[in-house]
């Protein structure tokens, strides 16, 4: 992936408090009744706001609270770090199929 755009290293570990993130880790109740993200999930709008988000590299917790946004609206959020993980997962996979 050369022109994969991707959030660096630094992003996915928290070195300040502006960059922490309020993901919990699986089997957490912060959910409130939304369904986890889950990679069948990944179109190309939402790959696009990744896309975007990605090259104007905000902190990791403001990525999630974007993404939220649009997932949100779907009854879907990004609630724990597998959460996360995944989406990145699916991000890529899509870039991947995309090519």
């Known amino acids: 992936m050369p ?3 991707s959030l660096p290293a630094s992003a996915t570990k928290p070195t300040g408090a502006s960059n922490v993130s309020s993901l919990h880790h699986s089997g957490s109740t912060a959910m409130s009744g939304l369904r ?3 990679a069948e ?3 190309a709008r939402l790959y696009q706001l990744y896309q975007n988000l990605a090259a104007i590299n905000p902190p990791v917790g403001q990525v999630i609270a974007a993404l939220n946004v649009c997932l ?4 879907w959020v990004i609630a724990t ?3 996360f993980e ?3 997962m699916a991000a890529e996979a ?6």
Request: proline share 8%.
């Open 72 to 75: 949100r609206s779907h009854g």
């Open 94 to 99: 899509w870039e991947d199929a995309h090519e």
């Open 41 to 43: 999930l990944m179109d």
């Open 81 to 83: 770090i597998e959460d």
């Open 3 to 5: 022109n994969s755009p």
């Open 86 to 88: 995944a989406f990145l």
């Open 36 to 38: 986890p993200f889950r």
